[in-house]
């Protein structure tokens, strides 16, 4: 078992909608959850950081965390063609010193 | 552009020779971090630096590389005997190493090693 999966996609949202990445981790003890974004050729960017139960708001991302089901998600909300990337869920490795633990990322499409 | 730089951006070599790279994070930030990434998949943790101290290398990581940070400044990454399966795109990363959780990484543009 991966220690953090994704569904690969792709997610194809029409613009406007709410595009919903889902994420698992399977080590219990894990605090710290991250979604990044990385467009084609680019590096990851950091677009929500999450450590306590419940949902996380900036903007138009809504990153929710259930420690019990060991899942993490990011809702978009008004998807955007510019949002259309892969995005990545990371937890924060044993070592206590920001180690992330990368999923391989779920395509997003968002189309006019 | 996030402030870390990372030298070259494209590397093509043959099988067999010896590649180094090289990143320098933002100036102020004591930690460092080293990921591969393959087509199709999350990044991958190679080693880690705080300061010039290598504290963790990843067991998936073969002999062949090795990695350094002298003065705690810029770092290298260097494949001996390059193979085919080390085709990548090779991540640095840094942070400040202020020791509060949820420490922001900034990563580089990447190294996009082609080994043929």
């Known amino acids: 078992q991966k220690e953090v999966e994704q569904n690969s996609g792709p997610l194809s949202v029409p613009e406007g909608a709410i595009a919903s990445l889902n994420c698992t981790y399977s080590?219990?003890?894990?605090?710290?959850f991250f979604w990044y974004r990385q467009y084609s050729g680019k590096s990851p960017e950091l677009i929500m950081s999450?450590?306590?139960?419940g949902d996380k708001e900036d903007g138009r991302f809504t990153a929710q965390l259930n420690k019990a089901s060991q899942y993490v998600s990011l809702l978009i909300r008004d998807s955007q063609p510019s949002d259309s990337a892969t995005y990545l869920c990371?937890?924060?490795?044993?070592?206590?010193?920001?180690?992330?633990?990368f999923g391989a990322g779920t395509r997003l499409a968002v189309h006019p | 552009d996030t402030g870390v730089s990372q030298d070259p951006r494209h590397k093509i070599t043959k099988r067999g020779q010896n590649v180094t790279f090289r990143c320098d994070p933002i100036?102020?930030?004591?930690?460092l971090y080293w990921y591969r990434q393959t087509l199709g998949q999350g990044p991958e943790f190679l080693t880690y630096?705080?300061?010039?101290?290598?504290?963790?290398k990843s067991r998936l990581l073969s002999n062949r590389f090795s990695a350094e940070r002298p003065k705690g400044s810029f770092s290298t990454l260097e494949i001996q005997r390059t193979e085919q399966g080390d085709s990548a795109m090779y991540l640095c990363?840094?942070?400040?190493?202020?020791?509060?959780?949820?420490?922001?990484?900034?990563f580089g543009s990447g190294t996009q090693l082609s080994v043929l």
């Open positions: 990363a840094s942070s400040p190493g202020t020791g509060i959780i949820n420490e922001k990484l900034f």
């Open positions: 080590d219990r003890v894990s605090q710290s």
């Open positions: 999450i450590y306590s139960n």
């Open positions: 990371a937890v924060e490795g044993s070592g206590g010193y920001n180690k992330l633990i």
């Open positions: 100036s102020e930030h004591n930690r």
């Open positions: 630096f705080q300061n010039e101290a290598q504290l963790e």
